[in-house]
Nanobody
Framework: QVQLVESGGGAVQAGGSLRLSCAAT????????ITWFRQAPGKEREGVAV????????YYADSVKGRFTISQDNAKNTVYLQMSSLKPEDTAMYYC????????????????????????WGQGTQVTVSS
């Protein structure tokens, strides 16, 4: 059974930084797609960044491009989301999600940010950015 556990959320002032972690257990990360989503109150869940564990390929939503960086530590089965230059509009519950990649897929794209693709989800970690 795949389990994802997020951590690292908190409260920060605008312009600050946070690093979120997504620790995965119960699966082999040789060919996985791990994606960070966020959901603000009253808004739909939004995919913000994805990483392919087989190739390291990444893709970002326009809203976070240049400010957020997704990375992985395969030895720890953990994916990180480094968030910099945070804005109040980044305030949300952040979730990580995973799904095994089809064989041969090595390049991440916008299609990977679709919520419906994902089978496994973490419980979320809250990020609050004050102005």
């Amino acid at each position: 059974q795949v389990q994802l556990v997020e951590s690292g959320g908190g409260a920060v002032q605008a312009g600050g930084s946070l690093r979120l972690s997504c620790a995965a257990t119960g699966y082999s990360n040789s060919r996985d797609r791990i994606t960070w989503f966020r959901q603000a109150p009253g808004k739909e869940r939004e995919g913000v960044a994805v990483i392919y564990t087989n190739s390291g390929s990444t893709y970002y939503a326009d809203s976070v491009k240049g400010r957020f960086t997704i990375s992985q530590d395969n030895a720890k089965n953990t994916v990180y989301l480094q968030m910099s230059s945070l804005k109040p509009e980044d305030t949300a519950m952040y979730y990580c999600a995973s799904r095994v990649l089809p064989s041969g897929m090595v390049v991440a794209s916008s299609r990977d940010l679709a919520e419906g693709l994902y089978k496994y989800w973490g419980q979320g970690t809250q990020v609050t950015v004050s102005s």
